[in-house]
């Protein structure tokens, strides 16, 4: 039910210009007027007794009419000379010609005595209104006394959980049932659970709480529960992690000195397609070409970029045939994002694209000087302040011009010859790299922790790359954004991996065998955070396959972590 700020006021000659308005509800509208001894409940007329009127500043009504038209119940008990109101759980007891009153059983002073005028209890309205959850309107003009019916007051909700087992070992692990409700039935809009760890390493007695929140806003008293942990150690507390951490989980990595970690050395190779990166600039000021190049065979396609204008843009990743034959054109695989923020767009993206599933290629042939735009119905359009990204796979069985173009609408592309160039920014890249892919092969042989790194530029090179737009020198892919990493990965004893992101600010996803996940599963990576991966048992070999993130930062590392 909804929560109801009750208005009392007392109807006296001195406040008939502050009168406050009451919002009707569904409930039945009494209206009364001084001095009249006409009163309509909703709508109909009905003729009083006695009618309402002012007495030493104070509106007085009559008491039975008004409490049986909202369903109340009146009794007179002659002996004791006292008047009863009965509704719902309200007991109200006053006598004729006497301030004092009882509500529920605690005394109150009236402003004036209740009194008998024609043979009618007349009270004040404002200790009705108080008292009997009346709502109350008066309109000085009319001398209209609108009076309605409140609900009851919304009542809190009541938090409860359950407990698996109130009595546990160390690294046992322990669930939680919210078993939280409304009186009224009201949802339970929030809960806040403090000290409810799925598993304990300290051993004494640990307290959990809960409190909720309903539709209304008023939250529960806590619930407060206790649960002991015995000396017994069930599992330590790295093994308890490894062993049963979802992928891409946060953990706290704070006992790892991860830079004295010693290095591994994986074997390399790469293949041998190359990618278009067009990141620069990589906020549009202007309309034009954001970057192009003249590709044939297996490439991949990359774009990120902001709408750094006042008006929504249309982005465009076009393929033209400048040839005389038609040129087969397969999209084998993409991930794209946005319009959202540059981290959301290069986790969602980077998710996708690992996530892809080969039933979605598709086949294009394009005649000559035709062109397709190839993120038509995946994503083109950034509203001002907005990111959009894409990572397309593509292979073309002849010559193809790719273009990134920035524009107001799609009308403009019939003349893209009189699209200049955007010039680089000079912070981020843009232009042709050799690679696609970096194939890693390492083994964990000791029995101390290792790390292997990923894009730092030392111990894993930038690739090397042009730009084609300009006559710009060579440059470096810093970060090896677009790159697929592949890591085959063999340990001759059981460690757990995890991830840890080493430039700053970090969320993208991941694949471990044919489990694609984030990483981090829920909120960003700093660089003192960790994130699970899984477990390499003695002699086996599992694969990870990572690209870095477009708007988050390299280098990261892999932790192999013996346990």
Known sequence: MKRMVLVFIALSFFLLSHGNAFALSQNETLVLTLGSNQALVNGNTLELATPPVVDKDTTIVPLRFISETFGASVEWLPETREITVQHDEMLVTMQPDNTNAVVNGDAQTLQIAPSIIDGVTMVPLRFLAENMRYGVYFNPESKEIHIKQLPPPNNPPVADFTISKITVAQGETVTYQDKSFDPDGDAIMEAKWAGNKKVFFAPGVHEITLTVKDHNGDWSKPCVKTITVTEEVLMDRLTYTFLNSSRGEPMDITEFDILEMKVSEP?????????????????????????????????????????????????????????????????????????????????????????????????????????????????????????????????????????????????????????????????????????????????????????????????????????????????????????????????????????????????????????????????????????????????????????????????????????
Do not use: C
């Open 267 to 563: 074997l390399l190779t790469r293949q041998s397609r190359k990618i278009l990166i067009s990141n620069s600039p990589e906020k549009i000021l202007n309309e034009g070409i954001l970057y192009q190049d003249t590709l044939s065979g297996e490439n991949r396609l990359f774009y990120h970029h902001i709408n750094g204008t006042n008006e929504a843009k249309k982005l465009y990743l076009i393929a033209t045939n400048q040839g005389a034959n038609d040129v087969k054109l397969r999209m084998e695989k993409w991930g794209a994002a946005g319009p959202a923020d540059p981290m959301a767009v290069g986790r969602s993206a980077a998710y996708r694209y690992l996530d892809f599933d080969p039933a979605n290629e598709k086949v294009i042939y394009v005649k000559p000087g035709e062109k397709v735009i190839l993120n038509e119905g995946i994503n083109n359009t950034i509203n001002p302040g907005q990111t959009i990204h894409g990572i397309f796979d593509v292979q073309s069985f002849g010559s193809l011009q790719f273009s990134v173009v920035a524009v107001r609408s799609s009308e403009q592309l019939a003349d893209m010859g009189s699209l200049e160039v955007l010039p680089i920014d000079g912070m981020h890249i843009r232009g042709t790299f050799s690679t696609t892919q970096r194939f890693m092969y390492t083994q964990i042989e000791g029995d101390k922790p290792e790390r292997l790194v990923i894009a730092d530029g030392k111990d894993d090179a930038f690739f090397y790359g042009w730009d084609k737009s300009s006559d710009s020198q060579g440059l470096h892919n810093r970060g090896n954004y677009g790159i697929v990493y592949k890591l085959s990965i063999t340990s001759k004893q059981r460690v757990g991996v995890f991830f840890s992101p080493r430039g700053g600010v970090f969320a993208g996803a991941a694949s471990w065998g044919n489990d694609t996940f984030y990483l981090p599963n829920q909120g960003v990576l700093q660089p003192k955070d960790g994130s699970f991966i899984g477990v390499i048992n003695a002699g086996e070999k599992e694969y990870f396959t990572f690209i870095p993130p477009a708007g988050s930062s390299l280098p990261v590392n892999l932790m192999f972590i013996p346990f």
